[in-house]
């Protein structure tokens, strides 16, 4: 079964750093494009960052968030830095296949920042 | 960019049909046919039902049909059932996706 299963995330304080993590199984995770969506509480999607497969090729919605990736370990990340209210929400990893479909996604992972 | 525009709530009785609309501009949903649909219950995490514009994954209901006119596309629930009350979004894919505001589709 294509899966990814998410870690970390919880209550932080304003200006602390959190590291997400997605592991994934069932597929070749190395040749697959990966993404992370966030969902502000009542709110709706929003697209924070993607990686390629190699990893050589990411972007992100801004300077704070960083994705990256261990194709050894078949797992992602996402690193949030200084982390602001605005932060608050719910962190989906996902797959993005053929560039065109986020077809498999993990639980999602809170995190709550709090001043 | 600019988010594709949903309209917040849409709702049908059981049995009917219901159309939900995305639109965009011609740099987004307009330009390519990288416009899929997803599915999201309360809680849960989203579940794509339709990609590339009318494509059905496997295991999704024939009921979900997707289309696309201009900069506008559109997702089309038929034979509207109970379990189909959730929230919908639409996206447009490049490297960073764009995701629509979101429908609440209510079954009266």
């Known amino acids: 079964e294509e899966q990814l299963v998410q870690s970390g995330g919880g209550l932080v304080q304003t200006g602390e750093s959190l590291r997400l993590s997605c592991a994934a199984s069932?597929?070749?995770?190395?040749?697959?494009?990966m993404t992370w969506i966030r969902q502000a509480p009542g709110k709706g999607l929003e697209w924070v960052a993607g990686m390629s497969p190699d990893g050589t090729y990411k972007q992100s919605v801004g300077g704070r968030l960083t994705i990256s990736r261990d194709n050894a370990q078949n797992s992602l990340y996402l690193q949030i830095n200084s982390l602001i209210a605005d932060d608050t929400a719910m962190y989906f990893c996902?797959?993005?296949?053929?560039?065109?479909?986020?077809?498999?996604w993990g639980q999602g992972t809170l995190i709550t920042v709090s001043s | 960019q600019s988010a594709p525009t949903q309209p917040p709530s849409a709702s049908g009785s059981p049995g009917q049909s219901v159309t939900i609309s995305c639109t965009g501009t011609?740099?987004?949903?307009?330009?390519?046919?990288?416009v899929s649909w997803y599915q999201q219950y309360p809680g849960k995490a989203p579940k794509l039902i339709i990609y590339e514009v009318f494509k059905r994954p496997s295991g999704v209901p024939d009921r979900f049909s997707g289309s696309k006119s201009g900069n506008t596309a559109s997702l089309t629930v038929s034979g509207l059932q109970a379990e189909d009350e959730a929230h919908y979004y639409c996206?447009?894919?490049?490297?960073?996706?764009?995701f629509g505001g979101g429908t609440k589709l209510t079954v009266l």
């Open positions: 996206a447009s894919h490049g490297v960073s996706k764009l």
């Open positions: 011609s740099s987004d949903v307009g330009t390519q046919n990288y």
């Open positions: 069932g597929f070749t995770f190395q040749t697959f494009w």
């Open positions: 996902a797959r993005d296949s053929g560039y065109s479909r986020l077809d498999c």
